[in-house]
């Protein structure tokens, strides 16, 4: 692996905050027992982290095994600023909170790994002429003899981690941490990970290879829950009781806020404005908000003050807004993240009521550090490593459950509370399952997956089984509010799987979402809608064949920030939909449109056309066209047509036998080419509904027969 690939570690300036960025994607194999020597890149990162663990259940006959479950420590390399070496306890607090002291000094390390240690601290750990080996147990020694107070310089796991310092040719000495003679079979449950944070070395004992990776940081998978798995107590106590259901399981759990809280505390803001300081309290939202929390934790049996103060801040903020009747982004985010601070200190209160450990944590605390995009933050590199130190280091020293809310980071700059846009909670899921590199995230709904559209638009909708990231994402991206726009994202990129799964049925299979699937067989997968979208139709004033249009027209939004949706263009003319998220939480909305018409109308004719739905039908779009990595063939309607128009396209595509007819014939794709005949697909639309995507026929081949054959919204949908 190349010196690239492995990552350097970059400096970032936070506003204060001083961030690494790290690459731990390179993690470099070694089997240890079989090369002795260190034989990776030259380890140039600024600090160690080791950790060893036992694959199995360290039993108490056989202490002191400490060091099979010794908790990872961080040796820094001293810098220019700081030209000693780091104290571990300055270094990771969490974890070694108890030994103020240099390595290098401390009583404990034989004068050896002092040298070793010095040797290290001074070089980084650089191969040198010494090799890895040394360095190597010396890093053992430490761990040990700096975590657990107990093992003392004779003590049966100083000595074999002493033996450890041939390290590899005496697998037993090593092993002799364990006394009576049971030591072989202890080794053979033991994984060795060396890890520094640019460059990982990971030593591995071969027989243990299959061992799991998490099972060096404690936890298996994300559960994330949301609002409507958490409306209430009894939904509380079936959360926990679905939870505890899978004893094997050590999940992080990330919650969002109970039931319709985030709407009630951005309603309570908005009238909070107007409402004058001293009607603040009396505001009905925040009733209802406070009326749910304390009936809440009086059902649970937990205490009042678990949330009380909590309650009491959120009537301060309150009066404080109705006093500047003033509500910015910035303290709309402090608002509503009042709803994910008090589920999570309720629903851990529960949890540690059952006798199942856990510990809450606010997102923003923990590293979750993002844009200072207030209302729709995007989430930030270094959040991955940060956020996976304090987890894992937090179980290292004393396990429990994290408890994690959803939703919410901290502006890299501002330092205050983020949202990352509603519905983030998904993506705070996703992000924890890369940053610890799970097994798989799971997000709990109220729906059993992923439907073949939104259950409240047309309630034969279907659970999808499977899906790629990329349908996923279309799929979010275009409306389907089952799952974050931006929630894939993190788990493409760890690939790590999605679940979508139903807390009120929590035996249905749910809706599995992976890097690929078979698509052999595949035409449509769901159908989305996404209204209120405000369309441009623009027409060139220039004659044809001009070229530079459309690099024009783009140039145009780039100039004034606007985001574009859907584009369909011609040689002379371009439709696209512009996206209303970002749009709309604009304040200056009309003005910002008015301003691109005018810009726009310097060089082509424009309509502009509002209240408008987009349609996207994602599926294999790629099966009939030459256009790669499409999954979604998008149509505009009328939004007073929308909802029909999905109603029949799915009565038309899912309930018919279609699909089944479809994968039954096996149609090959050259003739789904020339059956298509777009002319007379466009015709047959309802005239509000402009197809997008000309060159994507097979759907719109299919399409067509349908309307043909069901004579379905054709009619029904055509304006007077
Ligand atoms: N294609 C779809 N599949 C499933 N649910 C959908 C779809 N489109 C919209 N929904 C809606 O999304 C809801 C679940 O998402 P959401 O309310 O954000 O859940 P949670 O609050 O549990 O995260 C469902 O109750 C359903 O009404
Ligand atoms: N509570 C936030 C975040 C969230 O993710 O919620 P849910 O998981 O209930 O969609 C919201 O309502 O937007």
Redesign the pocket.
Known sequence: MSATETGQTKRQEFGGIQNREHHTSSDLAYTWGHHHVWSGPPLTCSFFCVRVVSVGQPSPARTPMVFLRSAPFVVHKPTARRPFPVPLYNACPPLIPRYPVSPRRHPSLSPRSRIAARFLLLRGGRRGKRGGKLEISSLLEMAVVLRFPGVARESPGALALRGASKLGREHGGFVCASPGGRGAQCWRRMVLVVRCQTGAAILKEEEEAAAPAQAAAGFTVVM?F???SLASAERMKEVADLILSFPDETPVVVL??MGK???NLLLAGEKAVSCGAPKACEIPELSVIKELHLRTIDELGLDMPIVSGLLDQLEQLLKGIAMMKELTLRTRDYL?SF??CMSTRIFAAYMNKLGKKARQYDAFDIGFITTDDFTNADILEVTYPTVAKRLNGDWMDDPAIPIVT??LGKGCKSCAVT?LG?????LTATTIGKSLGLREIQVWKDVDGVLTCDPNIYANAIPVPYLTFDEAAELAYFGAQVL?PQSMRPAREGGIPVRVKNSYNRHAPGTVITKSRDMSKSILTSIVLKSNVTMLDIVSTRMLGQYGFLAKVFSIFEDLGISVDCVATSEVSISLTLDPSKLWSRELIQQELDHVIEELEKIAVVHLLQKRSIISLIGNVQRSSLILEKVNISLVVNDSEAKQCVQALHSAFFENGFLSEVEAADVPQNDLLTKVDCNTLVDALPRSCLPLELLNQSVLFFFRERIEHENGFVTECRPE
């Open positions: 994330k949301g609002g409507s969002s806020a809280t985030t709407n509503v709803g994910e959803g939703f949202t509603r519905g983030g909670s998904d974050h």
